[in-house]
């Protein structure tokens, strides 16, 4: 603990000179009470048992002040003067500031400068651009904390907790960074602006975001001059890392590219702080007017257009600690009426139109694909009529048939044995090939029934054979006779003759050779007849 006390003599922990270090980071210089404010807000609602606001002022920034001591005892932090109403300021030192942007993983070349001696005139911009970052930031504090507290100082800290929230962390805000219109970055040439906060929280709705705060000793030209300074930054350009030519300010900072015709520069956001002798409800308007060729957009259907415009924004500081950046207290210059932060800095109207296009064309494409399906209904069921209209009806009893009656009634690929009464329905048809059995003791001649087996067999052959002689086509025992094939089987002498004509045939050869049909019987051959005449054309 000796050891402690002596490198840290004031009992600071690291804890609270990290706090120290973040927030003079950022702002640069700044009182105990500020960084208090900022880095652990939830002291403000403690040591209410003080007897005046003085004494708990010191008990609650005591533990920051006891920090900074440390820090300056370290060669980071020291004394820059006092404010008009006595407050010690505490600002950074050069090693101060490298240590601070370790502490904010920010690059050093983007920490700005010490500001030694901001404090050597009381201040006061300083001050207020202080309370417009904790305005805007609005710090919650945490009640978790405040358990030993009384009940009123618990009731306050949850008002706080539930009202409208901030914008970003400390880290998202920056302050004195120089925007030039000429030299570089890090050696900015004359002619250029100096931005007293840069705003950047994505994660909030706010890419980018330039913050001028007046404590209204400048006139309206004087600050109309200055945004002359941005639009000069705004339309320089440079190349990037990859060699593109891009805006000066896109090389350090990100935001949207914006929508085709309408890509406005990143805005600027005035903070009036009412202590000077100028009436900010008269500066406003007159400012207004000497830059309305920096702000005014382009009338369209409902909303304007602000492509290669500036949006600029006022507000009074009061109005910003009472309301918050949620709160309907920014004027964006050309509008009617006031908006939250958001709104002011967006085109909401042109989001409502593209909304309502979004959704014209989505109603449009369902509507398409409504009466494409309707069509494809209309087409599918016209289909099924026409079909309907061609389905047979059986000859017999004039039922319709169905799909598979059919399909199978119709079949002509090979291999699919053809149909023996296409044009009866399944019912009757089953009927018919069972009339064609004969019945027990009936021997009467009736064609035979068609099993499947032969029904294949006769499918390999395109056409029913027709003799050569008569033209009679042939009957199915005809046929199967003559294509009777296998050995065991005797070999048709006349194949291309129906049964009547071969019968004829025989009869004619048994006419004219009286012997022939006994000779074939006991197996003797009959003699092959060498003359001429009509009966040669029966020769073997």
């Not at 403690?46 to 060669?75: I, V, W, Y």
């Not at 907790?161 to 962390?169: A, K, Q, R």
């Not at 005797?490 to 006419?511: H, K």
Request: with cysteine; glycine share 10%; proline share 7%.
């Amino acid at each position: 603990m000796a050891g402690k006390r002596k490198t840290n003599p004031a009992g600071s922990s690291n804890d609270l000179r990290g706090d120290v270090l973040r927030v003079l980071g950022v702002l640069k210089v700044a009182t105990a009470d500020q960084v208090q404010r900022v880095a652990r807000p939830h002291l403000s609602y403690r040591h209410s048992d003080k007897a005046t606001p003085s004494e708990q002022k010191t008990a609650r920034t005591a533990a920051h002040a006891g920090a900074l001591a440390d820090l300056r005892k370290h060669g980071l932090a020291e004394n820059g003067g006092r404010t008009r109403q006595g407050e010690v300021l505490r600002n950074l030192t050069l090693k101060g500031l490298e240590a601070a942007s370790h502490e904010l993983r920010r690059p050093l070349s983007e920490m700005g400068s010490t500001a030694r001696g901001a404090g050597s005139s009381g201040a006061s911009h300083p001050m207020a651009v202080n309370e417009t970052v904790i305005a805007m930031l609005r710090p919650k504090p945490d009640v978790a904390l405040l358990a030993d507290e009384p009940a009123e100082a618990v009731a306050a800290a949850r008002a706080v907790v539930d009202g409208p929230g901030g914008i970003g962390t400390l880290a998202s805000y920056a302050t004195e960074v120089p925007l030039p219109a000429t030299g570089t970055w890090n050696a900015p040439g004359k002619g250029g602006a100096q931005a007293d906060i840069v705003l950047t929280a994505p994660q909030d709705g706010v890419p980018l975001l330039f913050i001028e705060v007046d404590n209204c000793h400048e006139t309206a030209e004087e600050i109309a001059a200055k945004l002359e300074k941005y639009a000069r930054f705004y339309r320089r350009r440079m190349k990037d890392a990859d060699g593109k030519e891009c805006p000066m300010w896109r090389t350090r900072w990100t935001a949207p590219e914006g929508r085709y015709g309408d890509m406005p520069h990143p805005p600027v956001l005035l903070v009036f702080n009412h202590i000077g002798a100028r009436d900010p409800n008269r500066t406003v308007p007159r400012l207004a007017d000497l830059t309305r060729h920096l702000w005014a957009g382009e009338r369209e259907d409902g909303y304007h257009l602000y492509d290669g415009k500036i949006p600029i924004v006022a507000t009074g500081l009061r109005n910003l600690r009472e309301h918050g950046p949620a709160g309907p207290v920014f004027w964006r210059f050309g509008r009617p009426g006031n908006q939250t932060l958001l709104e002011a800095i967006g085109n909401p109207r042109r989001d409502a139109a593209d909304a309502r296009a979004r959704e014209e064309a989505r109603a449009r494409q369902d509507e398409y694909q409504a009466q494409v399906r309707r069509a494809a209904q209309e087409q599918a069921a016209k289909k099924a009529a026409e079909r309907e209209a061609r389905r047979p009806v059986c000859a017999d009893c004039g039922a319709k048939f169905t799909d598979e009656r059919w399909e199978a009634a119709q079949a002509t690929n090979r291999g699919t044995p053809k149909d023996t009464h296409p044009h009866l329905c399944d019912h009757c048809m089953h009927r018919a090939n069972t009339a064609k059995v004969p019945a027990p003791g009936n021997q009467g001649h009736l064609e035979p029934v068609r099993d499947g087996a032969w029904q294949q067999h006769f499918q390999r052959h395109g056409r029913r054979p027709v003799c050569t002689n008569c033209g009679a086509e042939f009957t199915d025992e005809r046929w199967r006779a003559v294509e009777r094939v296998g050995w065991g089987g005797a070999q048709e002498p006349r194949p291309s003759l129906c049964e009547d004509c071969d019968r004829q045939a025989v009869t004619e050869v048994q006419q004219a050779w009286p012997g022939a049909h006994r000779q074939q019987e006991h197996g003797q051959a009959v003699p092959e007849q060498k003359g001429g005449g009509w009966l040669a054309r029966f020769r073997s």
